[in-house]
C-alpha cells in the first residue's frame, strides 16, 4: 500500500520532535509520581496515626463492656431479684445512673444495654431517646439478643440499628442468664476524621465495611464500588490512583481497624496535588504544548500550499469515476496548479462529451432490449387460452364462455398494451385476477385465489408484467393433484429498508409442493438468468427488467412455507407519478 504525501511528511516531522517530547513526558510523569508518593505517604501516616486512637477507644470501650459483665455486683443483683422486690428496682437505679455516667465518659458510646432472656426484659443508658432506642435495639438486634455465646473475635460487629449502622458488641455475664452490650456510633467514631480534611478542602474521608457497605461519608454507588475494589486488593502500595464520576483524578489512601471490620479511606484531588509543583514543573508541561502547537501550525501551511491543492485534484478524479462529469477544479494561488486545474478541467469536459454519445447510444440498445423481453413474455399464454374456449364452445357453456371471452380480452389488451415503462401496482393485480378468473373456469372449485393490497399502494407504479409470471409459474408447477383444493396468494404491503426507503413488498404463495432444495438454491442465486431455459424464461426476464430499472435495490427471493408450498418473495423501492 503506498502512503499519501502528506502522511510522509507528518511522519517526518514527528520523527524529528518526537525523541524530544518522549524525553519531557518522562520527565513529567516522572516528577508527578515523586509529588504523588509524598503526599500519598503523608496522608498515609496521618490516617494511621487517627485510625490508631479510634482502635484505642474501641479497646477501652471492649475492657469497659468485660468489666460491667464480670465484675457489676449490680448486674449480679439485678439477675439474681424478683421483679417488683426492692432489690430488683434499687439495682436497676443504680445501673441507670452509672451507665448515665459511662455513656457521658465514653463520648463513643451510643447506647448501653442489659437483656434478661427469661423474663426478657430489656434496659438500656443512650444518647438517643429511651424508647426509641429500646425499640429499635429490639428490632434490630433481635438474633444477637437470642444467642448468649461469647464472641469468637475480639472485633467488634457491624450492625444497623435504626436504619444507622453502629458498631456492637455483647458479652453474657457469670450467670449466663445476662446479656450486656454496647453499641458504638459510627458518626462518633468519624468525628476525629473530619479534622483530617479541615485544612485542604479537596479532601474526601469516608468510612466503608468489609463488603463495601458505606458506613460514614456521601459517595456515588459507582464511585464507592471502585473504591471498594481497589481496597481489597492485597498489594502493598499505600495508594491507588482512582477516576470518579464528576471526572476528576484521585489518590485513593486507605486504612483498616485492628478492632473492627471498618476501612477508613481519604481521596485526595490530584489536580490540586500537581497545582504544588515548582515553576520549573510546569515550564516542563508547557514544552511538549508549545512542540505540538508549532507542528500544527507548520501542518497547517503545508495543507494550505500542497496537500489541499493535491487532495482537491484526487477528488476531482474520484468524482469523475462515479460519473459526476459535470464537477470543476478551482483553480488556485499558486502557477503550477493553475496549470494542472485547467488541464484537468479541459480532460473532464472531453470526457464528458464522449460519455454522452456513449450513453445514448446504450440507452437505444437497453430499449430495444426492454421490447424483446418483453415481447418474450406476451405470446406464453395465447395458446392454452385458445384451448379452453374451444372445449366451452363444445360443451355450449354459453354463460362460462361469455365470463371466459370477457376475462381473456382484459388480460390480452393488457398485454398488448404494455409500451409504457411504468403502470399502477392496481392494473398489474387486476391483470392477474384476469389471468386467475380464466384458470378458474379450467380447474372449477379447485382454485382459490387471494388478494390483498391496501389502498394506499394501489397508485405506486412498478415494470409491466413483474408478478404475473410467478403466479403462472406457481398455477403451472404447484397445481399437480387434482384431488385438492389449490390455493394462491397475493398481498402487498409496505415495509421501511434498513436503508431508511420506503419498500413495497410483494409475496406470492401456494399450496403446492414447493421448491426442491437444489432448485431454491439456483433460483436464490440468480444460476437461471445467466443460461436461460424454457422453464425458467419468466424468472429469467423479471431478473432482467429488475437489473435495468432498479439495479442492485430491487430484491427477489424464493423459499418454502414451512406448512407446505412456495413462496416468491419481491420487494422494490416505492415511486409514484409526478
Known sequence: MRLSLRFKVSALVLLLVMPLFLFLYYTNIYSTNIIREKVANSASDTLSLHLSSLDELLEQTGTYLTRMANENMLLELYSESEPDSVNYYLSLRKLMDQWYNDVSYYSIIRTVFVYHQKRDELYLSSQREYYDEKDVIRSGLSPQLESFKLPTSLKWEIVNVGGEPALFKALPDKSGSLLIGVLVSIDALAQPLTQLGSARSDEQIGIIAQDGRLLWGHFMQQDLDRIHVLMKNESNRSSHPIRLNDGNNYLLVGQTSLYSDLNVFILLDEATLLDELPLFQRVINGIPLALMIVLVILLMLLSRLVFKPIHSLTYGMKMLGNGKLDFRLKEGNSKEFQLISR?????????????????????????????????????????????????????????????????????????????????????????????????????????????????????????????????????????????????????????????????????????????????????????????????????????????????DQAVLAFRNDPHGGGVVELKLPIRRRT
Open 343 to 551: 488541464q484537468f478541467n479541459r480532460m473532464a469536459e472531453q470526457i464528458g462529451d464522449l460519455k454522452i454519445d456513449v450513453y445514448e447510444e446504450k440507452m437505444k440498445v437497453q430499449q430495444a432490449e426492454l421490447k424483446h423481453l418483453q415481447a418474450q413474455i406476451n405470446p406464453h399464454f395465447f395458446m392454452n387460452s385458445l384451448n379452453i374456449v374451444y372445449h366451452l364452445v363444445e360443451l355450449q357453456q354459453q354463460s362460462l364462455i361469455k365470463k371466459m371471452i370477457s376475462h381473456l380480452v382484459s388480460y390480452f389488451r393488457f398485454i398488448m398494451s404494455t409500451n409504457d415503462t411504468w403502470i399502477e401496482l392496481s392494473k398489474e393485480m387486476n391483470h392477474i385476477r384476469n389471468y386467475l378468473e380464466i384458470q378458474k373456469v379450467m380447474y372449477p372449485e379447485k382454485l382459490i385465489f387471494h388478494e390483498q393490497l391496501p389502498k394506499e399502494l394501489e397508485d405506486v407504479v412498478i415494470l409491466p408484467l413483474l408478478v404475473q409470471p410467478f403466479v403462472e409459474n406457481a398455477i403451472k408447477h404447484g397445481f399437480v393433484s387434482n384431488a385438492q383444493k389449490f390455493f394462491v396468494r397475493i398481498i402487498a404491503h409496505e415495509e421501511v429498508g434498513d436503508d431508511g426507503v420506503p419498500y413495497v413488498a410483494i409475496q406470492i404463495s401456494d399450496s403446492g409442493q414447493g421448491f426442491k432444495e437444489q432448485q431454491l438454491v439456483m433460483l436464490n442465486l440468480g444460476v437461471y438468468e445467466k443460461e436461460p431455459t424454457d422453464r425458467q424464461l419468466g424468472i429469467w426476464n423479471v431478473r432482467r427488467r429488475l437489473k435495468m430499472f432498479y439495479g
